[in-house]
């Protein structure tokens, strides 16, 4: 039985991820992070109620900016694949918190191929969360494996330090290493404050009469939109290749923030423009206008593409929004 570890494993990806390789017969680990109240929410229908395993998963406490934790939790499970998915993700914040997203992005990342280097584990291969944000306003587009990085907040700083790094390690020690170079990706199980959720969840609440207003930022940023259960399968086709490589994962489109507002609130027969203000305080100091990715290297080495639309994860989202707000979807024409 193949053996998998995943850093993020509570995330939105870590999640699905988790389920995928279980699917696939995989005895999955995962490192999660000690919190005041459970952080794990989106994979405890995988766990023995109240207890940190299930049948085919097993939670370790761990923190990746942790080296000797890393290093012996690589030794003890002797993972095949490591799935390193832990980051503070959201870039606003790393504008606020720009040495703490630094020392998980960026040296956690470093730390965990330390811990696998050190091992001597040749067989061990490594999948690294790389994003689209590298590119930042470098102004080509669409964006593929050879467009130069431009990073342009911490976060994204963090991620090309790590990019390079795995690199390095594929080239300099011959490690089966990957960057999934992954597009905005979204789902039910996306955290509260991204963009797409932000709107479904308050347009739910809307609804529900529990909220009046939605506060948004910049309505004309563009963003390429795939759904995270998609490209968590990317990350494991990656994993599965002869050789170690650098592969865009996207749809191929953009939509502004706009055009999900309209999609979102169109599904309910609402106008957005009724209930959103624009609150200057949620403008970044710097903001990309737009990323549009070209998976044409992943669709032809092993045969990845997009298979979820925006408007179906769009009213994917808006149901479990509406559910989570005892909102019944079936009064509304979805
Ligand atoms: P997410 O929902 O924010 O999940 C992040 C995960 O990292 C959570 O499990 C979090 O644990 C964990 N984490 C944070 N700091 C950690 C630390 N110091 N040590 C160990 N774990 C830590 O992010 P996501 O959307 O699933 O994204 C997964 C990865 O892909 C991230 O690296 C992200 O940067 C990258 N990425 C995401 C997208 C996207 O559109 N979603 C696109 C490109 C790349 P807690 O639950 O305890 O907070
Ligand atoms: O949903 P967002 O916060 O995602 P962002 O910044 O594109 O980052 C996400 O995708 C990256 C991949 O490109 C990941 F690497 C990263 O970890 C994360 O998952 O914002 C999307 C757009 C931005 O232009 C933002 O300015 O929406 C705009 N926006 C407008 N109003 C808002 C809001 N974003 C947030 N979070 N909250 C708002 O109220």
């Not at 091992?119 to 490594?126: I, L, N």
């Given at each position: 039985?193949?053996?998998?570890?995943?850093?993020?494993?509570?995330?939105?990806?870590?999640?699905?991820?988790?389920?995928?390789?279980?699917?696939?017969?995989?005895e999955v680990h995962g490192i999660v992070r000690r919190a005041s109240v459970s952080n794990t929410r989106r994979i405890d229908h995988l766990l023995h109620p109240g207890e940190m395993r299930g049948e085919f998963l097993q939670l370790h406490f761990g923190d990746v900016t942790d080296s000797s934790r890393l290093a012996a939790l690589i030794d003890q499970i002797e993972p095949n694949e490591v799935y390193n998915l832990a980051a503070q993700s959201h870039v606003q914040i790393s504008f606020h918190e720009p040495v703490h997203t630094s020392e998980v992005v960026a040296l956690g990342a470093l730390k965990m191929l330390e811990a696998v280097r050190n091992?001597?584990?040749?067989?061990?291969?490594?999948y690294q969360a790389t994003t689209s944000e590298v590119y930042g306003n470098v102004n080509i587009s669409p964006q593929?494996?050879?467009?130069?990085?431009h990073p342009d907040n911490?976060?994204?700083?963090?991620?090309?330090?790590?990019?390079?790094?795995?690199?390095?390690?594929?080239?300099?020690?011959?490690?089966?290493?990957?960057?999934?170079?992954?597009?905005?990706?979204?789902?039910?199980?996306?955290?509260?404050?991204?963009?797409?959720?932000?709107?479904?969840?308050?347009?739910?609440?809307?609804?529900?009469?529990?909220?009046?207003?939605?506060?948004?930022?910049?309505?004309?940023?563009?963003?390429?939109?795939?759904?995270?259960?998609?490209?968590?399968?990317?990350?494991?086709?990656?994993l599965q290749q002869a050789s170690g490589g650098d592969y865009v994962i996207a749809t191929g489109k953009s939509h502004s923030v706009r055009d999900f507002l309209d999609t979102s609130f169109g599904l309910l027969g609402l106008d957005w423009s009724d209930h959103v203000d624009i609150d200057p305080k949620l403008l970044r100091p710097i903001?990309?206008?737009?990323?549009?990715?070209?998976?044409?290297?992943?669709?032809?080495?092993?045969?990845?593409?997009?298979?979820?639309?925006?408007q179906d994860l769009a009213r994917e989202m808006v149901m479990t929004d509406l559910l989570h707000e005892d909102v019944d979807p079936a009064q509304f024409d979805l």
């Open positions: 039985m193949k053996k998998a570890l995943i850093s993020g494993i509570s995330g939105q990806d870590g999640s699905y991820l988790a389920e995928l390789l279980i699917s696939k017969g995989y091992a001597g584990a040749g067989h061990t291969r490594f593929d494996e050879k467009t130069p990085f911490p976060y994204a700083c963090g991620k090309v330090f790590a990019f390079h790094q795995v690199r390095l390690y594929r080239e300099a020690y011959g490690l089966h290493a990957s960057n999934g170079i992954l597009f905005n990706h979204e789902s039910p199980r996306r955290g509260h404050n991204f963009v797409t959720r932000k709107i479904t969840r308050g347009l739910a609440r809307i609804v529900a009469g529990r909220q009046d207003k939605l506060l948004l930022g910049n309505l004309d940023a563009r963003r390429d939109w795939g759904h995270a259960k998609d490209y968590v399968e990317a990350m494991w086709m990656m903001d990309v206008n737009e990323f549009i990715g070209d998976f044409s290297k992943a669709r032809q080495a092993f045969g990845w593409e997009p298979k979820i639309s925006l």
